[in-house]
C-alpha cells in the first residue's frame, strides 16, 4: 500500500531534549514536506526537500533541523524543543512530475512539549 | 504574499442536507486548487484537483467549481452523511508546483 508513515503518533517531552521524528514514504516520490498544523493557522511548511541532499526552509524553519540521506526518509530533528513547538506535525510527500494527485500526506504527530 | 482565505470557519448541519464551502485566494501565478478532507487527528486525504483551465470537478458527493478570473472555488456537498464531519482544506499551488498554500480550513459538522 502506497503511504507515508510517521513515528510516533504521540510524543510528550520536555523542554531542551533533542528529539527526532520520523518520515518514511514508499512511492518512490522526489519530494517530501514537513508541515505544523496549529488551531485557525492552517498548516505551515516547516522544511522541504527536492530529492536527496536537497532541503530547504519553509515559512517556519526555526528550531527544526531536517535531513535527506535517502529518497525514502526525511526525518524532522528538534535539537532542543521548546513549548512553542507544540503541535501537531504532518509528513507529506508527491512526486514532482506535473499533473499528479498532489500530497501523500501521514497520519500525524501530536507532539508536547512541557 | 500568496494567501488562500475559507470561509465559514466552521459550519454545522443536518444529515441529508447539502452544503457549500468557499475559498478564495491571491495565489499567482495559479497552477492548480486542490481540495482536501481531513478527520480529527488524521493527515488530509485529496478529493479533487482542478487546474486553470477546469471549472468544475466532481468526486462523489463532492463537486468542486473554480472560477480563475475572480480566483474563488467552493466545494459542494451533497446529501451529507455523518461521515462528512471532518474539516476541508483548501490548497493552491503556484505554477512551479510546489509552492502550495493551505487555507486554514472550513470544519464541517453534521449530526444526525
Known amino acids: 500500500e502506497a503511504q507515508v508513515t510517521q513515528n510516533p503518533r504521540y510524543l510528550i517531552t520536555v523542554t531542551g531534549k533533542k528529539l527526532t521524528v520520523t518520515c518514511s514514504q514508499n512511492?518512490?516520490?522526489?519530494?517530501m514536506s514537513w508541515y505544523r498544523q496549529d488551531p485557525g493557522l492552517g498548516l505551515r511548511q516547516i522544511y522541504y526537500?527536492?530529492?536527496?541532499?536537497?532541503?530547504d526552509k519553509g515559512d517556519v524553519p526555526e528550531g527544526y533541523k531536517v535531513s535527506r540521506k535517502e529518497k525514502r526518509n526525511f526525518p524532522l530533528i528538534l535539537e532542543s524543543p521548546s513549548p512553542n513547538q507544540t503541535s501537531l506535525y504532518f509528513c507529506?510527500?508527491?512526486?514532482?512530475?506535473?499533473?499528479?494527485?498532489?500530497?501523500?500526506f501521514g497520519s500525524g504527530t501530536r507532539l508536547t512539549v512541557v | 504574499k500568496n494567501q488562500v482565505e475559507q470561509s465559514p470557519q466552521s459550519l454545522i448541519i443536518l444529515e441529508g442536507k447539502n452544503c457549500t464551502l468557499q475559498?478564495?485566494?491571491?495565489?499567482?501565478?495559479?497552477?492548480?486548487l486542490r481540495w482536501y478532507k481531513q478527520d480529527t487527528g488524521r493527515g488530509p486525504v485529496s478529493l479533487t484537483i482542478?487546474?486553470?483551465?477546469?471549472n468544475t470537478k466532481s468526486n462523489g458527493r463532492y463537486t468542486a467549481t473554480l472560477d480563475a478570473d475572480t480566483k474563488q472555488s467552493s466545494l459542494h456537498i451533497t446529501a451529507s452523511q455523518l461521515s462528512d464531519s471532518a474539516s476541508y482544506i483548501c490548497?493552491?499551488?503556484?505554477?512551479?508546483?510546489?509552492?502550495?498554500?493551505f487555507g486554514a480550513g472550513t470544519r464541517l459538522t453534521v449530526k444526525p
Open positions: 490548497v493552491v499551488s503556484a505554477r512551479n508546483n510546489n509552492d502550495m498554500r
Open positions: 512511492m518512490n516520490h522526489e519530494y
Open positions: 482542478m487546474t486553470f483551465s477546469e
Open positions: 507529506a510527500s508527491s512526486s514532482l512530475a506535473l499533473g499528479t494527485d498532489g500530497y501523500t
Open positions: 526537500s527536492m530529492n536527496v541532499e536537497v532541503t
Open positions: 475559498c478564495n485566494y491571491t495565489v499567482s501565478p495559479f497552477s492548480n
